[in-house]
């Protein structure tokens, strides 16, 4: 019977020591994503809403404007999509090289982008019922907007810098995604140039896997993992975790998409993962 309490003692003890720990994350996690609210209507929202606006405008006048029997009325989304990548894509660019101010990132780059998962997810990802894209939406969004703000970034990795920046080199995974929907555009509109095909088709498939597939490891092994001391010495273990799992999410949904797309070449397909 000693045993048997003895026993239990420890079974209960160990419960609270892996119960309690896992609360205090918890209730830190709680407190850090309300911070994160706050700062989002105080610095992302309003520099947001024009970007929003001009999207939601594309949008509708792609929708309700382009003829039938044009290639781009059977996606009109996709005049919206391709503004977003090239316009994101050069300044992600712009940003990593140092040719512009940092600040760019989160006063035009951060608010571009999250008008547009937010009409994209309007006007695309629900009403055709695309769950895995919603989710890729939300996941960009939210991972991302931890550097809205100069005091966001420095509360969620401790170097403001660093975090601005990480984010901007994220975002060059945008890059295939014109390429991507020129490759739809072809398909459509020049049905019978072989070459054409063949050239946009190697273009898609070389950018997805240098800006997908290789970037999104590379960012986790040569700039998450060597600041986990750093998080972990400010306590931010759960951010540190939040942003591995959202590079192994959107890696994961690339590397899916990219088989899919590779499936598609050799049957001689036009459709694309982002459609």
Not at 175 to 183: A, F, S
Request: glycine content about 6%.
């Amino acid at each position: 019977q000693a045993v048997a309490i003895l026993a239990q003692d420890l079974v209960l003890g160990g419960r609270t020591r892996l119960v309690r720990p896992a609360a205090i994350m918890l209730e830190g996690f709680i407190a850090a994503n309300l911070f994160l609210w706050k700062q989002m209507q105080i610095e992302l929202f309003p520099r947001m809403l024009p970007f929003l606006l001009f999207f939601v405008i594309v949008q509708s006048v792609s929708r309700l404007c382009i003829p039938h029997g044009w290639t781009l009325a059977s996606r009109p989304t996709v005049v919206a999509g391709s503004i977003h990548g090239v316009s994101i894509s050069i300044i992600a660019l712009l940003v990593s090289l140092g040719e512009v101010d940092l600040s760019w990132w989160r006063r035009v780059g951060l608010p571009l982008t999250t008008a547009y998962n937010m009409s994209d997810m309007l006007f695309y990802c629900i009403p055709k019922k695309k769950m895995l894209f919603v989710l890729h939406h939300f996941t960009i969004v939210y991972c991302h907007s931890g550097v809205c703000s100069e005091a966001a970034a420095a509360f969620f990795v401790g170097d403001a810098v660093w975090g601005q920046r990480l984010s901007a080199l994220g975002f060059l995974s945008e890059i295939p995604v014109p390429v991507m929907n020129l490759r739809w555009y072809v398909h459509r509109a020049w049905k019978t140039s072989v070459r054409a095909h063949a050239a946009i088709n190697m273009a898609c498939v070389v950018s997805w896997i240098i800006f997908r597939i290789v970037l999104f490891p590379c960012l986790v092994y040569f700039e998450l993992l060597p600041r986990q001391a750093a998080f972990r010495a400010a306590d931010r273990l759960d951010v540190f975790i939040t942003c591995i799992i959202g590079h192994v999410l959107i890696f994961l949904m690339s590397f899916m998409w990219l088989i899919e797309l590779i499936r598609t070449i050799t049957v001689s397909g036009s459709k694309s993962p982002n459609e």
